[in-house]
């Protein structure tokens, strides 16, 4: 974001050229989306090693 006193903020910037179509689009629940793609085993890791779980 710019700070000088002449430029508009980002967020007011973008409000002023928001497409209400392109939003209405965007909202559809029919739209189609793809599906997420496999993980390799490499990042399948869990998060938290099982080996140090205090929880179980």
Same mark, same amino acid.
């Given at each position: 974001m710019s700070t000088s006193k002449n430029d508009t903020s980002d967020i007011k910037q973008a409000a002023e050229n928001a497409s209400?179509?392109?939003?209405e689009?965007?909202?559809k629940e029919n739209?189609?989306?793809n599906?997420? =793609?496999e993980? #390799?085993?490499e990042q399948a890791t869990p998060f938290i090693?099982? =080996?140090v779980? #205090?929880?179980k």
């Open positions: 209400v179509e392109q939003i689009n965007n909202l739209k189609q989306v599906m997420p =793609e993980l #390799t085993k090693d099982e =080996e779980r #205090t929880d």
